[in-house]
Structures are given as C-alpha cells and as structure tokens.
C-alpha cells in the first residue's frame, strides 16, 4: 500500500499562486508516476498534470499549460503542484494520486492510490 496526504490548499485571490505539496508513504517503491487532480463541484474528477518517477518526464491539461507546473523528489518521496495565475474555475478539490502500474501515467490512467484532497477556492 501507499499512503498519500496532501497539503497547502486554500483560498487565493484570481491571478495568485498557491503550492501544493503531497508526502508520500508506505510501499514508495513500487511507485511509477504520480499525479494531480481535481474535482469542482458538481463535477467529475478530471486529470491536471503527471510525472514519471523514473525519467522526470511530465504531462498537464491544456487548460493548466503554462500556469501549472509539477515537481517530485524520489529521495523525499514528495510530489508538489506549483500553480500560478490562478483562475476562479481552478477552484475544487485537488487530489494526489500515484499509479504503480506502467502505461497511460500521462494521460491520468490506472492511478491506485489516492490522497484525501486539499480544498483550493479562487475568488474572482
């Protein structure tokens, strides 16, 4: 198993920044990729960004592009999403998650394990 918890959620004004951070726990090991997503109200959860644990490579949605960016530390077995420009449709729950299966890591696919979600408002 693997144990995920978020951390750094909040309320931000539009065009602020917030960082959120994700510690991760248990079977680290057996980690391929790790990402974010986010639920709105009265929405589905939807995919934000990845990364490979192993090559660094990363992958967001084009709504996030350029305002976005995800970062791990495997020797700190930490994951963060720093966000900038935030828009007030940003706003939702935003969930750690880490896939320990190969494939499909980039477009939000076959995650296993998830964190309990950080709340992030933006007031417009």
């Known amino acids: 198993q693997v144990q995920l918890v978020e951390s750094g959620g909040g309320l931000v004004q539009a065009g602020g920044s917030l960082r959120l951070s994700c510690a991760i726990s248990?079977?680290?090991?057996?980690?391929?990729?790790m990402g974010w997503f986010r639920q709105a109200p009265g929405k589905e959860r939807e995919f934000v960004t990845a990364i490979s644990w192993s090559s660094g490579a990363t992958n967001s949605v084009d709504s996030v592009k350029g305002r976005f960016t995800i970062s791990g530390d495997n020797a700190k077995n930490a994951v963060s999403l720093q966000m900038n420009s935030l828009k007030p449709e940003d706003t939702a729950v935003y969930y750690c998650?880490?896939?320990?299966?190969?494939?499909?890591?980039?477009?939000?696919?076959?995650?296993?394990?998830w964190g309990q979600g950080t709340q992030v408002t933006v007031s417009s």
């Open positions: 248990g079977r680290t090991f057996s980690v391929r990729a």
């Open positions: 998650a880490a896939k320990s299966s190969a494939g499909g890591w980039s477009m939000g696919h076959g995650y296993d394990y």
